[in-house]
């Protein structure tokens, strides 16, 4: 079993960045690959990207290519998700996935945290 934790969401400012993070835990986590999707109301699941645990390999959602950057943290277990030039658009549930990251840039996720929510004012 591996168990991710979502934390760094809120309430900011359009214009804001802010940076969310991951915590992975449990077996074999090196296995896995981290993604961070992210839903807003009335809207479905949509993936930002992904990442291996080098850093190596990322991808992104071509919405997300130009203001989001996901790093992985080895030694914390941890991946971070930054947005920057935050819009309200970017208002949604964020969460992370460990699954299966392939070659193609698609990933298959097993498990997903809770997710953190990001508010973003006007």
């Known amino acids: 079993q591996v168990q991710l934790v979502e934390s760094g969401g809120g309430l900011v400012r359009t214009g804001d960045s802010l940076r969310l993070s991951c915590a992975v835990s449990?077996?074999?986590?090196?296995?896995?690959?981290v993604g961070w999707f992210r839903q807003a109301p009335g809207k479905e699941r949509e993936r930002v990207g992904a990442t291996n645990w080098s850093g190596t390999e990322t991808y992104y959602a071509a919405s997300a290519k130009d203001r989001f950057t996901i790093s992985p943290d080895n030694a914390q277990n941890t991946v971070y998700l930054q947005i920057n030039s935050l819009k309200p658009e970017d208002a949604a549930v964020y969460y992370c996935?460990?699954?299966?990251?392939?070659?193609?840039?698609?990933?298959?996720?097993?498990?997903w945290g809770q997710g953190t929510q990001v508010t973003v004012s006007s």
């Open positions: 996935a460990a699954g299966v990251l392939l070659e193609t840039g698609r990933f298959v996720s097993n498990y």
């Open positions: 449990g077996r074999a986590v090196s296995r896995f690959g």
